[in-house]
């Protein structure tokens, strides 16, 4: 827009000047194309931001970091195909599974920002688990549901539009499979800090509630 701008002006004011007619519109259009061009490549270039880890670099594994970026490219990737199916989608059931996996994928990507996993190594299974489910799992039964969705119009036959509605409800079930997992290693994490908060509540406790045991209370 900038570079179009910029040869309409220059055009203009040449078109009013007269003199040197030719000259001042081929400078115009060089502009145009400079910025123009300058503009499209920006854009080209755009990439998406990178992950942006809770701890600072020494304290995750690089092995981690790597994995996590792996995890979060698999991810970006399933959420547009996902919202591209989304603008296409007819009727509650395939919505509604659309939504399940593009929820999963969320919380993925906010299991990530757990400091406690961050220091976890690459091989660790529940980071491993939320990559196969990113990279695999997921767009598994995406692409199952993909294959599926083209067999529930009226036009298909009723055997196979009763073979569709059935791998509907095997592809949900597995996605709330998934969300089990998801659940479980929540629960998890939040129990270690609940376990880290007692050790810490009951050392407090310990340490103040004799107040000999500190010189600021024996004066």
Not at 71 to 87: A, E, G, W
Not at 203 to 208: C, M, N, T, V
């Amino acid at each position: 827009m900038l570079g179009i701008s910029s040869f309409i002006l220059l055009g203009v004011s040449s078109l009013m000047g007269g003199a040197g007619l030719l000259e001042p519109l081929l400078a115009g259009l060089g502009i145009a194309a400079v910025t123009g061009g300058g503009a499209a490549i920006l854009l080209r270039n755009r990439r998406p931001r990178p992950v942006r880890l809770g701890r600072p670099s020494p304290e995750v594994p690089a092995g981690t970091r790597a994995m996590f970026e792996k995890i979060v490219k698999d991810s970006r990737q399933q959420s547009r195909r996902l919202q591209r199916m989304q603008r296409r989608a007819r009727g509650p059931a395939v919505k509604q599974i659309l939504h399940r996996a593009e929820t999963l994928l969320l919380r993925i990507d906010t299991l990530l920002g757990s400091p406690e996993l961050q220091t976890r190594r690459a091989s660790d299974a529940d980071v491993m688990l939320l990559e196969g489910m990113a990279d695999r799992y997921v767009p598994d039964l995406v692409d199952a549901l993909e294959n599926t969705v083209g067999f529930l119009a009226p036009t298909t036959t009723e055997e196979a539009r009763a073979r569709a509605i059935q791998n509907l409800h095997s592809i949900d079930e597995q996605l709330v499979v998934l969300g089990g997992s998801l659940d479980q290693l929540e629960n998890d994490l939040v129990g270690g800090v609940t376990r880290s908060l007692d050790v810490h509540s009951e050392f407090l406790r310990a340490r103040f509630s004799e107040p000999s045991a500190d010189p600021l209370f024996d004066r």
